[in-house]
């Protein structure tokens, strides 16, 4: 069974950055679609950015595009979410989450589709 970690998360002032990595383990990384998701106080979880599996595809979030660049590292199991000019309303708790059974093309949006997800790692922007 797919382990997930999250780390890299913190406290940081709006315009800063940071680098978030997600750690697999427990079986093939290579074949898996990924993703990135977070949550705010009160809200629903959100998708926030996803890359297949092969041909590296992504898709962002529109309030991201631009600022985040999600990559992939299948020799290191890890994928990563570059966060740059962040702000206030990026605060929330990030989660990674694989999706075993993805074409190795597709960019999965849907968190009901992924198997395995992590138990997340905090991000704050400061005004």
């Known amino acids: 069974q797919a382990q997930l970690e999250e780390s890299g998360g913190g406290l940081v002032q709006a315009g800063g950055s940071l680098r978030l990595s997600c750690a697999a383990s427990g079986q093939t990384f290579s074949n898996t679609a990924m993703g990135w998701f977070r949550q705010a106080p009160g809200k629903e979880r959100e998708f926030v950015a996803g890359?297949?599996?092969?041909?590296?595809?992504?898709k962002y979030i529109d309030s991201v595009k631009g600022r985040f660049t999600i990559s992939r590292d299948n020799a290191k199991n890890t994928v990563y979410l570059q966060m740059n000019n962040l702000k206030p309303e990026d605060t929330a708790v990030y989660f990674c989450?694989?999706?075993?059974?993805?074409?190795?093309?597709?960019?999965?949006?849907?968190?009901?589709?992924?198997?395995?997800w992590g138990q997340g790692t905090q991000v704050t922007v400061s005004s």
């Open positions: 989450a694989a999706d075993r059974d993805a074409a190795p093309w597709r960019v999965v949006v849907s968190g009901r589709e992924y198997d395995y």
């Open positions: 890359i297949s599996w092969a041909g590296g595809h992504t």
